[in-house]
C-alpha cells in the first residue's frame, strides 16, 4: 500500500496569465508567462512560473547592469555618505 504524503499531494491549482495591458508592462521574456499557484492537503502552498525565462544569463542582463552601472557613477556623491 503506498503512503499519502499531506505536504507532498496538491489539492487545487490555479494558472493565471496576462492581460494585453499587463503584457506591455513586464520584461521582454514574460509575455506569455503563466503563474501556477497551488495548495497541498496540509493546506501549504506552492507556485511556480511557467513559459518565463528559465535561467537568466549575464547576456539576458549585461544591457540593465550597464545602465545602472551609468546611473550610480553620474549620480554617486561621496558627501552623501555616512562614517
Known amino acids: ?9 496538491s489539492v487545487i491549482e490555479g494558472h ?5 495591458e499587463e503584457k506591455i508592462d ?3 521574456g514574460f509575455e506569455n508567462a503563466i503563474f501556477v499557484y497551488g495548495r497541498y492537503l496540509d493546506n501549504n ?7 518565463g525565462i528559465l535561467n ?8 540593465d547592469l ?11 556623491d561621496e558627501s552623501q ?3
Open 66 to 76: 550597464k545602465r545602472l552601472a551609468t546611473h550610480i557613477k553620474k549620480n554617486y
Open 16 to 20: 493565471f496569465i496576462l492581460s494585453d
Open 45 to 51: 502552498t506552492w507556485y511556480r512560473l511557467d513559459n
Open 26 to 28: 513586464i520584461p521582454k
Open 56 to 63: 537568466p544569463q549575464y547576456a539576458h542582463v549585461e544591457k
Open 1 to 9: 500500500m503506498r503512503s499519502l504524503y499531506p505536504s507532498k499531494f
Open 81 to 83: 555618505i555616512c562614517g
